[in-house]
């Protein structure tokens, strides 16, 4: 997009300039503009004042779901999402108009990709903390309503952890992924495990592998992929146990618990004090399953959605 003034700033597509800014107010999103290919600039704006300072930034990413568009096999009421995010830097006191500003760039950018598809279902979505009410305003404000509950659940590493058996025959690595064909099967099977059908993208995944502490606990049964956990670090004394998937053939045999015993195991031996996980409210079966590792609720966050 061309450069245009809105009152006393400038919005503007992301540079590689404004890593190091952005990373002073989110450094995880400088993570993913810098190093995961699936954040564009032409998708990241950034409100910028007269001396250089950036007020404020928002990007629109396709969600795993997107990348299934032209999958001619999906029915006809299949959702495909867009998820978007809206940050201020408060340390330069942004006037109030930026974050409306910048909502008008991201939705204009969605409301041109769902025109490439106007036969198709398509969303624009956001997740936001239950205890954050400001961001509700706003998100609602602008014609969101909330879609599914998102639950948070955490497992204390101090207490014991069980061993689970698996099935003879079935092997659990520490899958490194070293080749690209190897991230293909993964991402072939997560496919096939996920409820959703809808795997993260090759890009994503690249990403994910090289943030601190990265690993895959994945069951194998003759060379075929049976179901995973990854787990990264999420600080000094937490770490994540998420993407867990057991391919249909091989659900309620133990496959589930067993690699996500060893997940855990990992974290501990790292010197992780906690493991978080977060798992959709409605998927009673999963809950279930946490709840009997030992895992407890944390936090809940609610997905908002726009549907265009």
């Given at each position: 997009m061309k450069e245009f003034r809105v009152h006393s700033y400038t919005i503007r597509n992301y540079q590689d300039k404004d890593a190091d800014q952005i990373a002073g107010v989110d450094f995880m999103a400088m993570l993913a503009y810098r190093?995961?290919?699936?954040?564009?600039?032409?998708?990241?704006?950034?409100?910028?004042?007269?001396?250089g300072g950036i007020l404020g930034f928002a990007h629109i990413v396709p969600d795993s779901t997107w990348f299934l568009i032209e999958d001619g096999s999906r029915p006809t009421?299949?959702?495909y999402k867009l998820n978007v995010d809206i940050t201020l830097n408060e340390d330069l006191n942004p006037p109030e108009h930026v974050q409306d500003e910048l909502w008008a760039c991201i939705l204009n950018r969605a409301i041109e990709y769902r025109g490439r598809y106007p036969e198709k279902r398509v969303r624009v979505s956001h997740t936001i903390s239950t205890d954050d009410l400001e961001e509700m305003d706003f998100y609602l404000s602008k014609g969101f309503d909330t879609k599914r509950t998102h639950l948070v659940m955490k497992r204390d590493l101090t207490e014991q952890i069980p061993h689970h058996p698996f099935p003879e025959g079935m092997v659990i690595k520490n899958w490194k992924m070293d080749s690209q064909q190897e991230e293909e099967q993964y991402l072939e099977a997560e496919a096939k495990g996920d409820l959703n059908g809808a795997p993260w993208s090759l890009n994503h995944l690249k990403w994910n592998k090289g943030g601190g502490d990265w690993a895959a606990f994945t069951a194998f049964y003759e060379n075929e992929v049976a179901g995973s956990v990854m787990t990264w670090s999420l600080g000094e004394e937490r770490g994540a146990?998420?993407?867990?998937?057991?391919?249909?053939?091989w659900r309620r045999k133990g496959v589930a618990k067993a690699v996500v015993t060893q997940a855990l195991k990992h974290l501990k031996d790292s010197g992780k004090k906690e493991a978080t996980l977060g798992v959709f409210g409605d998927n009673g079966?999963?809950?279930?399953?946490?709840?009997?590792?030992?895992?407890?609720?944390?936090?809940?966050?609610?997905?908002?959605g726009l549907d265009l």
């Open positions: 190093y995961n290919d699936d954040y564009i600039s032409e998708n990241i704006f950034c409100a910028v004042n007269a001396e009421d299949f959702l146990t998420e993407n867990i998937f057991v391919l249909p053939e079966g999963a809950v279930s399953l946490y709840l009997a590792m030992g895992y407890r609720m944390m936090d809940t966050v609610l997905e908002f």
